[in-house]
């Protein structure tokens, strides 16, 4: 199951209003992608965090192109929505769900708490 614990946070993409969001550990996470369950990783941050510490795999689209390109993302795969701190990927993934996207989490603490907690390959910056 994707939903570790839900969070309610306030969203600053579209209307502002508080919701439950799905989020997902990175040990958890990381135990998802081994078994090669079926699952997207969407990489929210500026092409200049991703070429310091990039998530293989990932699509990245920047948060702020979110809204011009959400129709370019399948509603009905599984996302796992990623950022450095987990603050602009909970926004963006408030916003999917918003949108109609079924099944669709922030990753817990970012990529910097992935490297942390399970990849320390992964520089920190």
């Known amino acids: 199951m994707l939903i570790h614990k839900v969070k309610k946070i306030e969203s600053q993409i579209g209307e502002g209003a508080m ?3 799905a989020e997902i550990e990175p040990a958890e996470l990381k135990r998802r992608l081994a ?11 500026e092409p200049e965090e991703v070429a310091i510490a990039p998530f293989p795999n990932a699509l990245n689209v ?6 011009s390109r959400a129709n370019e993302l399948d509603r009905d795969e ?3 929505v990623i950022c450095h701190h ?5 926004e963006v993934a408030a916003y999917l769900a918003r949108r ?3 099944h669709v989490a922030n990753l817990a603490g970012g990529i910097d708490r992935w490297s942390l907690t399970v990849d320390h390959s992964v520089p920190r910056y």
């Open 78 to 80: 599984e996302w796992v």
């Open 62 to 67: 920047p948060m702020g192109e979110i809204p």
């Open 100 to 102: 109609g996207f079924q």
């Open 19 to 21: 919701r439950e969001l």
């Open 86 to 90: 987990g603050i602009r990927s909970a």
């Open 35 to 45: 078994r090669g369950e079926k699952l997207r990783v969407l990489d929210v941050r």
